[in-house]
Nanobody
């Protein structure tokens, strides 16, 4: 069984920074990609950033250099450093992971979500 545990959300003032973490645990053989999505009230879930095995990354257009995704393969962990936060970044942020278990089964998993609130 594979689990994802997110942490790092909270309340921050506009212009501030937060760092989100997502750690995978359980019977993971390898992870092919880990990503952060977000969903604001009344809006659809959207991709924030993705890191693929090998290190390739992509970001949502709205990021515009403010966020950085990074990972620790040994710990099956991905981070999202968010700088210059804006009120419109307020959302529930979800971690997503795709990979293979030790029994060689593919998996795709979502974390429980961590709330980011940007407000003065």
């Amino acid at each position: 069984q594979v689990q994802l545990v997110e942490s790092g959300g909270g309340l921050v003032q506009p212009g501030g920074s937060l760092r989100l973490s997502c750690a995978g645990s359980g019977t993971i053989f390898n992870i092919n990609a880990m990503a952060w999505y977000r969903q604001a009230p009344g809006k659809e879930r959207e991709l924030v950033a993705i890191m693929r095995r090998g290190g390739a990354t992509n970001y949502g257009d709205f990021v515009k250099g403010r966020f950085t995704i990074s990972g620790d393969n040994a710990k099956n962990t991905v981070y999202l450093q968010m700088n210059s936060l804006k009120p419109e970044d307020t959302a529930l942020y979800y971690c997503n992971a795709e990979g293979v278990t030790r029994s060689l089964r593919n998996f795709e998993l979502w974390g429980q979500g961590t709330l980011v609130t940007v407000s003065s």
